[in-house]
């Protein structure tokens, strides 16, 4: 071991172990110190076992359990994990949640909050990435479906969705969220474990990673609803760690999007891609890598939303939007059906992979067989969100017609459109139902105040359509401040 790793691993614990732990030096040392000595010394290979340096900090087991948490980060960013470097990475997991959750007292520990976040964040990442790894059932050797077999509760859906309620229970966060909301005693809501920054911080992000769970499962009614103690209309905690902020609202959108909720999908976007273009001119290295990416796939579903649900945004984002999915963009304003390829192509671009509950039956040769059959979840999701646009496709075709008229009959629609008159009034339902929607001003994220969110408005009687299109005025002194 290189010295300037011993001194390195010296100073980080004796850091962590001093009577006023201060914040900023351990959070110097976590990310510059860890990221420098990797680039230097580890950038292929994996850091010293735990027993290499446990001798150097008199065998601390909560710094070892940190550090094996570090170790397997490490493994999971720049190298290919294998079946044990998993196991052992969840068994870690569980001794450091454990130690948390079951000791006595409140643990003495202090971490900076970044470190907080990207604890929570790691262990649903490894999750997710073990739930894509586990359900591909075909190139596995005969070992590793004799192990998955024996060792159903390994990163199993039950335990790690267990872990983020405990945490949450635990640090009392969302009684201290209702408690700040109404301007109560937040202390008195804390208890003993929750006033501890170490639990209020672990118990928040657990929040911030059951939205990304709930999400990746597939149940975006679930996953807004982890939100309801957080006002996302005042500058929240998680805002503090760039990550969370960008995680938040990506998760959001997502949810939106899938309960068919654009215009709050578009606004939860808007506000990410608004900060993301600031944070440029003064962010870099990997993480930052990581949210460029999550901006380019945040592009992709703003796209989506701004083509079946067209809304003013700012004249920046909507000029990134059209430089990166111009093409896209056009072609699914356009709608019909040659516009569903693209629809499934941004889509797919657009979201994470998402993930089943279930681990695949490799204890059963005949269960796995059929298994094997089963749609795969993200597929499983497009087919549902394919299924939510296509009566959609239509409308737009049908709009462009009705922008030419103050009153039309239907019969001389349905002529234009080329179907029967039956056909028209469906289509045009379809636009009224699209035109009004749920949008949310405050409270649950779930709740929202039906209104109008087309600019062109039209009442159907039996034969006739009424039409009113409603132009927004031109705004002529932010165009020329611009």
Not at 69 to 91: G, I, K, N, Q, W
Request: charged share 20%; hydrophobic share 40%.
């Amino acid at each position: 071991m290189p010295s300037a790793v011993k001194q390195y691993i010296i100073h980080l614990h004796a850091l962590l172990n001093a009577q006023n732990a201060n914040l900023s030096e351990i959070q110097a040392a976590y990310e510059q110190g860890w990221a420098r000595l990797t680039e230097k010394y580890y950038p292929k290979s994996e850091w010293p076992e735990t027993e290499i340096i446990a001798p150097l900090v008199n065998h601390d087991e909560v710094f070892l359990t940190l550090y094996r948490e570090l170790y397997y980060r490490h493994v999971y960013a720049h190298l290919t994990p294998d079946l044990d470097d998993r196991f052992h990475s969840y068994e870690n997991y569980c001794s450091l949640f454990n130690l948390i959750l079951n000791s006595p007292g409140p643990v003495p520990l202090s971490l900076p909050v970044d470190w907080l976040y990207n604890i929570i964040d790691e262990f649903v990442y490894q999750y997710t990435s073990f739930a894509l790894w586990r359900a591909k059932a075909a190139g596995k050797t005969e070992d590793e479906v004799l192990i998955l077999a024996e060792s159903g509760q390994v990163w199993s859906c039950y335990s790690v969705l267990n872990v983020l309620y405990s945490l949450i229970q635990k640090s009392k966060i969302q009684d201290q969220l209702a408690a700040a909301q109404k301007g109560e005693d937040v202390e008195a809501a804390a208890g003993e474990y929750g006033a501890i920054s170490l639990y209020y911080g672990l118990g928040y992000f657990a929040i911030v990673g059951l939205l990304r769970v709930h999400t990746l499962l597939g149940d975006p009614t679930l996953a807004l609803s982890m939100l309801d103690g957080i006002d996302l209309n005042k500058r929240a905690f998680f805002t503090r760690v760039t990550a969370a902020h960008v995680s938040v609202y990506y998760h959001t959108a997502i949810s939106y999007i899938q309960l068919n909720r654009y215009p709050d999908a578009i606004r939860a976007l808007s506000h990410i891609l608004f900060f993301i273009q600031r944070l440029k001119h003064f962010q870099r290295g990997s993480q930052f890598d990581q949210i460029n990416k999550t901006a380019d796939r945040m592009y992709a579903l703003l796209a989506i939303c701004q083509a079946l649900c067209p809304t003013k945004v700012d004249e920046g984002l909507a000029t990134a939007m059209k430089d990166k999915f111009g093409d896209q963009h056009a072609k699914m304003v356009r709608g019909g059906d040659d516009s569903l390829p693209v629809f499934q192509e941004m889509w797919t671009h657009g979201t994470p992979r998402f993930i089943s509950p279930n681990a695949p039956p490799y204890e059963d040769d005949a269960a796995l067989a059929a298994y094997a059959g089963l749609v795969d979840p993200s597929q499983h999701q497009l087919n549902i969100f394919i299924n939510d646009v296509q009566p959609q496709l239509q409308t737009s075709t049908l709009r462009s017609f009705l922008r030419l008229y103050t009153t039309l009959g239907t019969d001389k629609l349905a002529t234009f459109l080329g179907v029967d008159e039956e056909e028209v009034l469906e289509m045009l339902m379809v636009a009224k139902g699209a035109a009004r929607q749920a949008v949310w001003a405050e409270g649950s994220l779930l709740e929202g105040k039906v209104v109008g969110v087309s600019d062109l408005n039209f009442g159907i009687d039996e034969t006739h359509v009424t039409v009113a299109e409603s132009k927004v005025s031109r705004k002529y002194g932010d165009y020329f401040l611009r």
